[in-house]
């Protein structure tokens, strides 16, 4: 089910300090930086699955490669019967059918545009079951063995993402990988610890040329650990922004998992260019 969620929030979306405030008749307010507390509530509600097409707002500095203060995020949330998997695997056919499409649909723009900029050919994986999938510790062993001091208990870095791409394109001859397992505390708040480790997370990023294109992981819906949760990194639940949100899984919630792309990013890192 298509969605359009509220822009204007009464607390930061992501529960980082990235957010514009407004302020909105006396009254402290936020620009959305996603609508994932909308996607959850509605799979709370009943709905399978839901997805939004729409600008999102993050106050960090535009003056990079990776950065926007506003852009077009593809969201998209749904439950999931045995594993968080599920959801991973079906955004990854999703992917693929996205980058074949734009390399049949728009070959010649494409070509065009790596001619005036110098930019190689996206190596596309030919079916789904080649899109290498690595757990954190394996992308961070891979990087240590290059020659990177990096622990699997940090996030690692947009240089360091870079040289991972490499070396992946150099192991794999693809463009396109997925990081799954983060560790647990460099994600956000409602992201389901690991089954098996707790220190980790059932969470995934999507990687084009090295870059992240799509941030996911499978959704805290107990609403016991969500509170816990948001105790635990000092967010307060019971908040007047927060409050709607964690009573919706008071009722009862199916496991689910989602993920947003950046729409200017997947065109960015498809066609090559440097910002």
Same mark, same amino acid.
């Given at each position: 089910? =298509?969605?359009?969620? #509220?822009?204007?929030?009464? %607390? #930061? ?34 709905? +399978? ?5 729409? #600008?999102? &707002? ?12 506003? !852009? ?16 991973? &695997? ?12 734009? @390399?049949? @649909? ?31 510790? %394996? ?40 990081? =799954?397992? !983060? ?5 956000? &708040? ?37 509170? %816990? ?6 967010? +307060? ?11 919706? &899984? ?14 200017? @990013? ?10």
């Amino acid at each position: 089910m =298509k969605i359009d969620t #509220p822009k204007l929030v009464g %607390e #930061p979306s992501e529960g980082g300090s990235e957010v514009f405030t407004v302020d909105y008749f006396g009254k402290k307010v936020y620009l959305a930086q996603s609508p994932q507390a909308y996607k959850q509530m509605l799979i709370a509600a009943g709905y +399978e699955r839901v997805f939004e097409t729409a #600008p999102v &707002f993050r106050a960090e500095n535009s003056n990079t490669s990776r950065h926007l203060t506003e !852009y077009t995020s593809l969201d998209l949330e749904m439950e999931f019967e045995n594993d968080y998997t599920e959801v991973m &695997f079906l955004i990854r056919d999703l992917l693929l059918y996205i980058l074949n499409g734009l @390399r049949t @649909r728009y070959q010649k723009q494409t070509e065009r545009v790596r001619k005036e900029y110098k930019a190689p050919p996206f190596k596309v994986p030919a079916k789904p079951e080649d899109v290498p999938i690595l757990s954190f510790a %394996e992308g961070v062993k891979l990087l240590n063995e290059a020659g990177v001091s990096i622990s699997e208990d940090e996030d690692i870095n947009s240089t360091q993402e870079k040289l991972l791409g490499t070396i992946i394109q150099s192991k794999y001859n693809t463009d396109f990988y997925i990081l =799954k397992e !983060y560790p647990l505390d460099v994600r956000a &708040f409602y992201t389901m610890p690991s089954a098996t480790n707790p220190k980790f997370s059932h969470s995934y990023d999507f990687m084009m040329r090295g870059q992240e294109v799509l941030s996911g992981a499978q959704r805290i819906h107990d609403h016991d650990l969500l509170r %816990e949760r948001m105790l635990h990194l000092g967010l +307060e639940p019971d908040s007047l922004g927060f409050r709607d949100y964690v009573q919706a &899984f008071g009722y009862g919630c199916p496991p689910h998992a989602g993920g947003a792309f950046g729409a200017e @990013r997947v065109v960015l890192n498809w066609l090559g260019l440097g910002t």
